[in-house]
């Protein structure tokens, strides 16, 4: 099992900027691909980003794409979101995942809250 712990949220006015980090267990980080969920007040968990086992490829929702900057770094078990420009809509809590290409993502922290005022 790999368990994954995410820090950095709070409250942020819209336009401003945060950074959420996620430490992950284990000696075999490097083999699982990381990403961020969110979840808004009665919405469904939606994903943001998501980076390939070893950093080189990334993916982000369209909502996101020019704000949001996943990197991970492999020798800390490290993952990180740099959030840019928030906007209110961006209130969620954000959740870290591990998973398997091919296999989806199967482990999840226990979430940081982001909340941004208008």
């Known amino acids: 099992q790999v368990q994954l712990v995410e820090s950095g949220g709070g409250l942020v006015q819209a336009g401003g900027s945060l950074s959420l980090s996620c430490a992950a267990s284990?000696?075999?980080?490097?083999?699982?691909?990381m990403a961020w969920f969110r979840q808004a007040p009665g919405k469904e968990r939606e994903f943001v980003a998501g980076?390939?086992?070893?950093?080189?490829?990334?993916n982000y929702a369209d909502s996101v794409k020019g704000r949001f900057t996943i990197s991970r770094d492999n020798a800390k078990n490290m993952v990180y979101l740099q959030i840019n420009s928030l906007k209110p809509e961006d209130t969620a809590v954000y959740y870290c995942?591990?998973?398997?290409?091919?296999?989806?993502?199967?482990?999840w922290g226990q979430g940081t809250q982001v909340t941004v005022s208008s």
């Open positions: 980076i390939t086992t070893s950093g080189a490829n990334t």
């Open positions: 995942a591990a998973g398997r290409a091919g296999s989806g993502y199967f482990y």
């Open positions: 284990g000696r075999t980080f490097s083999a699982f691909a």
